[in-house]
């Protein structure tokens, strides 16, 4: 764990270790705790101090707290409006916690990783949900288009031709 690790450590040395552990790139870091990624590079280099505010994201994105969200991967334009944000579904609260992916293989890494975090469900593309299924333990949805939407990218594509 990340934050018994910094106490027994040195602070870059226990997160380069829980990036290499999580498979996680200082970039997916930066993105996902809200740090920028200069100042992480230099946390892991060791060139600067953390302050407590940035330790807390660090580890909230490391070492989850939340048992009780439900996972989206999606590209990121799809994502954030609705990332880390909770909805109220039959008197619960769920967190919604998004997992940027842009190919079929970051797709697969993203569900083996919502699912290891404690993820609820997962919600990921029709192509995607059969091969999620068969490595995760928990309930996988699809997200079915709307018609419109699929009307309009007919019309880009017809325009183009």
């Not at 690790?5 to 498979?23: D, H, W």
């Not at 870091?29 to 302050?51: C, E, N, Q």
Request: glycine share 4%.
């Amino acid at each position: 764990m990340l934050s018994r690790r910094i106490f027994e450590t040195n602070f870059s040395g226990a997160l380069q270790e829980e990036l290499a552990r999580q498979n996680m790139s200082v970039r997916d870091l930066a993105d996902r705790a809200g740090v920028p990624p200069a100042t992480l590079y230099k946390l892991t280099s060791g060139k600067a101090d953390p302050r407590l505010s940035t330790i807390r994201r660090i580890v909230n994105v490391l070492e989850p707290r939340e048992k009780n969200f439900i996972a989206v991967i999606a590209a990121r334009f799809l994502l954030n409006d609705l990332d880390n944000r909770d909805l109220l579904i039959d008197g619960r609260s769920y967190r919604i916690r998004g997992y940027s992916a842009d190919s079929l293989e970051e797709c697969i890494i993203a569900a083996a990783r919502a699912d290891k975090e404690g993820a609820l469900g997962i919600i990921c593309a029709p192509i995607l949900a059969p091969i999620v299924e068969k490595i995760v333990d928990c309930p996988v949805a699809i997200i079915k288009p709307q018609q419109q939407t699929l009307i309009e990218a007919i019309e880009t594509v017809a325009k183009r031709i």
